[in-house]
Every structure is written in structure tokens, then in C-alpha cells.
T-cell receptor
Framework: EAGVTQFPSHSVIEKGQTVTLRCDPI?????LYWYRRVMGKEIKFLLH????????ESGMPNNRFLAERTGGTYSTLKVQPAELEDSGVYFC?????????????FGNGTRLTVT | GDSVTQMEGPVTLSEEAFLTINCTYT??????LFWYVQYPGEGLQLLLK?????DKGSNKGFEATYRKETTSFHLEKGSVQVSDSAVYFC????????????FGKGTKLSVKP
């Protein structure tokens, strides 16, 4: 089966610009998560979708970040306007089950550099 | 709040050496504990997990035991290989929400032939 796919793999933008990251989860996985790793720091949870609904968005840093998952398939994470501190690696993960622990399947990440 | 602390890297070892990567946690409840691994150019993969005190997780020759008394989950392997070179992340499952993981900063391991 195809894994979790993230696009683009790298993005370099200027401060103030907009960037949209995309995540395609494994087919059939209802749970979709976004995480972020800022340089030298921990990987931090951003939010969790169950199908198209936001289950938990407690980790979203501020209102410059907007995540969507229309139709419950792929998800996008938009940063508008981007700031220097948004630089880092953004990971997406998916899993098939709710209720019993199922390991997360992670994508390779999108490395975002804001200059 | 809940947190995970793991030893700073990078760690450089020779092939067949013994590996220990320390991980301790702070949690208000009874979390599940995990080790994830990220090989170069790839996403994170679950390496092993333990869901309750005294459980031992194991996979690919790696082991970690959930020690509630010391709030630790140290990763060990008796004989590392060059192919084990990767970044290792210790994590806990926050409040049983299944997916809202709290990670440590990661430890980069390099194994030399």
C-alpha cells in the first residue's frame, strides 16, 4: 500500500508570503495528524482530524495556520502570512483506528524555510 | 505539563557496540510510551512501544522497559549495525488521546563500520 505522502518536500518562501502544504494519508485512514519540528526542538502536535472534522486543534500556534480536510481524504495546511519562526519540518501522519491504539504512519515531512 | 526528556546527541558508536539512549518522562496520568525512528530521507516509524508499567517493548533487536518508579523508558540494543544509523525519538501518548504524542528532541545515532 502507498504510504503517507507529503508535498512539497521542501519549500523556501519569504516572510509575509503564503504557503500551502499537502498531505495524502494512507487510503482508508480516518485519522490524520499534523506535527511540526522546529530546528533543535521537539516534534510538536498541531492538530488531529477524524475524517473531515477537527478532533483536536489545541496545538495550532496561532490563527496564521489553517488546516482543512475537505471530503475526509487529503489535508492541507496553509500558513498565511509566514513568519521566520514558522521554519521547520512539518510532518503528517495517519492511522486507521479510533478506540484502540494503532500506530501512526508518518510521511517524510515538508521542510519549510522562511527567509 | 507532560514532557519527555531524552539524552542529547549525537551519539557515535562502532559497529557491534552496545547502545543505550536514555529517556525519562513526566506525566500526570498513565501514558503509553514509544520509541520512533527516522532513517535518513524517510518519515518516522514506530520502533517499539509499551502501554503499562513493567512492559517491555522490543523490535529489531531493540528493547525498552517501562519503569514507572524511575519514570524511564531507555532504549537499548546489544550490538548496533551501520543500518541502525538514524534519529531516535522517545514519545508518550498524552492522556490516551491516541495520536496526540509528546516527543523528546530526538537523538541522532551514527554507527561507524
Amino acid at each position: 500500500e502507498a504510504g503517507v505522502t507529503q508535498f512539497p518536500s521542501h519549500s523556501v518562501i519569504e516572510k509575509g508570503q503564503t504557503v500551502t502544504l499537502r498531505c495524502d494519508p494512507i487510503s482508508g485512514h480516518d485519522n490524520l495528524y499534523w506535527y511540526r519540528r522546529v530546528m533543535g526542538k521537539e516534534i510538536k502536535f498541531l492538530l488531529h482530524f477524524v475524517k473531515e472534522s477537527k478532533q483536536d486543534e489545541s496545538g495550532m500556534p496561532n490563527n496564521r495556520f489553517l488546516a482543512e480536510r475537505t471530503g475526509g481524504t487529503y489535508s492541507t495546511l496553509k500558513v498565511q502570512p509566514a513568519e521566520l519562526e514558522d521554519s521547520g519540518v512539518y510532518f503528517c501522519a495517519s492511522s486507521p483506528l479510533q478506540g484502540a491504539y494503532s500506530p501512526l504512519h508518518f510521511g517524510n515531512g515538508t521542510r519549510l524555510t522562511v527567509t | 505539563g507532560d514532557s519527555v526528556t531524552q539524552m542529547e546527541g549525537p551519539v557515535t558508536l562502532s559497529e557491534e557496540a552496545f547502545l543505550t539512549i536514555n529517556c525519562t518522562y513526566t506525566a500526570t496520568g498513565y501514558p503509553s510510551l514509544f520509541w520512533y525512528v527516522q532513517y535518513p530521507g524517510e518519515g518516522l516509524q514506530l520502533l517499539l512501544k509499551a502501554t503499562k508499567a513493567d512492559d517491555k517493548g522490543s523490535n529489531k533487536g531493540f528493547e525498552a522497559t517501562y519503569r514507572k518508579e524511575t519514570t524511564s523508558f531507555h532504549l537499548e540494543k546489544g550490538s548496533v549495525q551501520v543500518s541502525d544509523s538514524a534519529v531516535y525519538f522517545c514519545a508518550l501518548d498524552y492522556g490516551g488521546s491516541q495520536g496526540n504524542l509528546i516527543f523528546g528532541k530526538g537523538t541522532k545515532l551514527s554507527v561507524k563500520p
